[in-house]
DNA sequence: TCTAATAGACAATCAGGTTGACGATCTCAC
DNA sequence: GTGAGATCGTCAACCTGATTGTCTATTAGA
């Protein structure tokens, strides 16, 4: 039996590490000249696969409207982190690209991430990590991969 | 050396469960008898001392602003959750006080919590699952006890 | 007793999302 | 071909939940 105390406990950890993984990620990647960048957009620009994607197809992926995906996507622009260009097959459509600042953002997201997980396995030990990894795989189970929250938390 | 794809994933995995979990905390507080309940509702009454705190008091506590609170207390008081009445030794300010329903809901919560933890533990094991405690909490290290998300994720 | 500070309400505003409607374009059955 | 209907992305209107600024009533303290 577990300590029925930690039921209210937990959520807050989950949250709370959450939340101090992706403010660290932010702070370094503003830091390593991204300092525009939202956790929205880095979400936004997982969205666009290798060879480009639709705004539609970034709005279903991630779970949100075309017209707000629409929004981010043209606000990413302005910051250059990404192309827009007619799609030649289909001349209603725009391609969404990853530009060269785009891509870097990603790459530096993913070794940030991998150096602050290093970091935290190095504290509490890397099989410790690991089975915490494992438990929340557990927990987390089939859920969708891009979590929608407008509206969730709150609602009257 | 953990896997550096883990970085990437690791986000997404705190989140995801933070996410089931409160669903599925709201899932049975409403089969409970407690379905206009919501996650800021809950947050909002484990934000009340009991011998009842004031608006502005609950508003730092939980990180927002005495407006902000203002409105959930009023809806609160609306769904029955609480009481408010004046403060007799100052009458501006409103004592807020769980009533029998708020008490309900809130002991029902650590239940339904302790509940589905157990039931994580007992899926991937008592010691694995106490590992992965420890491990958020190093994470999480000495964050504030309520996590404010308005305005955070986005922002243009 | 006068002054500064505080509790909470009201109003205006903002941000980020939503839905609805639209023009342009594509697809497909005929 | 061509006409009907679906789809892409934009524009406009609106909703929600927060914010800041302002106000009154009240309290605390010199």
Known sequence: ????RLGH?????????????????HRELAAAGHPDLR???AVAL???????SRITAMAQTVGVSKQAMAKTVGRLDELGYVNRAVD???????????????RDALSRSGVILAALSQRHADVVGEDQFMT????????????????HFEGWFGGR
């Not at 997982?46 to 480009?52: F, P």
């Open 1 to 4: 039996m577990i300590d029925p």
């Open 9 to 25: 406990e937990f959520p807050f950890l989950l949250v709370g590490a959450f939340r101090r993984l992706i403010d660290e990620l």
């Open 39 to 41: 956790p929205v957009h």
């Open 46 to 52: 997982q969205a666009i696969e290798v060879s480009g």
């Open 88 to 102: 030649s097959a289909d001349r209603r459509a725009q391609i969404v690209r990853l530009s060269p600042r785009g």
């Open 132 to 147: 915490a990894v494992s438990v929340l795989r557990a927990i987390r189970a089939d859920g969708p991969a891009f979590e």
